[in-house]
């Protein structure tokens, strides 16, 4: 049966989120969401950080988990 690249059938999800709520990684701001948030990844997987520019390399922790993106606050040492 032929299948279109990237076509899952109902109910099948893709591997699980790298990330979890309370989890602190430090990451690098590579982008700007269209909110202004910056864009860091986690191992390929999205976490918006509002409050953030571009070039930043901040310590965050993960505040929500979505099925394809995650949102962090930045963490004030």
């Given amino acids: 049966m032929y299948r279109p ?3 899952r059938p109902r109910g099948e999800r893709g591997p ?3 990330v979890k709520v309370g989890d602190t990684p430090t990451v690098k701001i590579e982008g700007r969401g269209k909110g202004g948030d910056g864009i860091a990844r986690v191992e390929g997987f999205v976490v918006f950080v509002p409050g953030t520019n ?3 390399e901040v310590r965050v922790r993960i505040t929500a988990v979505q099925r394809r993106f995650a949102t962090a606050e930045v963490v004030k040492e």
Avoid: L, N
């Fill in 54 to 56: 571009v070039g930043d």
């Fill in 16 to 18: 699980p989120a790298p």
């Fill in 5 to 7: 690249r990237g076509f």
